[in-house]
T-cell receptor
Framework: AQTVTQSQPEMSVQEAETVTLSCTYD???????LFWYKQPPSRQMILVIR??????QNATENRFSVNFQKAAKSFSLKISDSQLGDTAMYFC?????????FGAGTRLTVKP | DSGVTQTPKHLITATGQRVTLRCSPR?????VYWYQQSLDQGLQFLIQ???????AKGNILERFSAQQFPDLHSELNLSSLELGDSALYFC???????????FGEGSRLTVL
């Protein structure tokens, strides 16, 4: 079974600075998707960014970018110019042939 | 608004009771997923349906069951409820080929 590991339970960053959240995963599949979801205090699950495993180019979405290392099975999220509204739980997720599996999450706090 | 509708939003019940959570996926999405999120925990995959058929099963208790109806809405039935079943239950639907899950706002179950 696929496993997703987020080794940083909590992180904090100053407003306007950059922070990187780590994620590793384990799979024997070759074709899959990786995601970062954000869960603010409202508890709504919001997609931040998506990466297809067959694409070598790292995905970017405005201030959010990933560092996808397929051989190392690593998928980190970089948030640039952090904003107060980025304060949330961030979940890394893996989807292979069937279901989507989530990591335990990293609680990010952006400090003014 | 993700387009995924979950009802009820909040539910309070007693131990030993049975409840049904309902999910309407986005228009055109054939897959429905159910997840359980206990307080300050990650999302635990319960079960997935695709076009009415069970596709994948996670750590779903025998006291829990689900189904997807011909109109593609899904119901999660929780019986013989225990205090530990108190959680936020998410439904999500997916677009075939992109892997992305669209989440409802969740149903918060409190068992007293």
């Amino acid at each position: 079974a696929q496993t997703v590991t987020q080794s940083q339970p909590e992180m904090s960053v100053q407003e306007a600075e950059t922070v990187t959240l780590s994620c590793t995963y384990d799979t024997s599949e070759n074709n899959y998707y990786l995601f970062w979801y954000k869960q603010p205090p409202s508890r709504q699950m919001i997609l931040v960014i998506r990466q297809e495993a067959y694409k070598q180019q790292n995905a970017t979405e405005n201030r959010f970018s990933v560092n996808f290392q397929k051989a190392a099975k690593s998928f980190s999220l970089k948030i640039s110019d952090s904003q107060l509204g980025d304060t949330a739980m961030y979940f890394c997720a893996f989807m292979g042939n069937n279901d989507m599996r989530f990591g335990a999450g990293t609680r990010l706090t952006v400090k003014p | 608004d993700s387009g995924v509708t979950q009802t009820p939003k909040h539910l309070i019940t007693a131990t030993g009771q049975r409840v049904t959570l309902r999910c309407s996926p986005r228009s055109g999405d054939l897959s429905v997923y159910w997840y359980q999120q206990s307080l300050d925990q990650g999302l635990q995959f319960l079960i997935q349906y695709y076009n009415g058929e069970e596709r994948a099963k996670g750590n779903i208790l025998e006291r829990f069951s689900a189904q997807q109806f011909p109109d593609l809405h899904s119901e999660l039935n929780l019986s013989s409820l225990e205090l530990g079943d108190s959680a936020l239950y998410f439904c999500a639907s997916s677009v075939v080929g992109t892997g992305e899950l669209f989440f409802g706002e969740g149903s918060r179950l409190t068992v007293l």
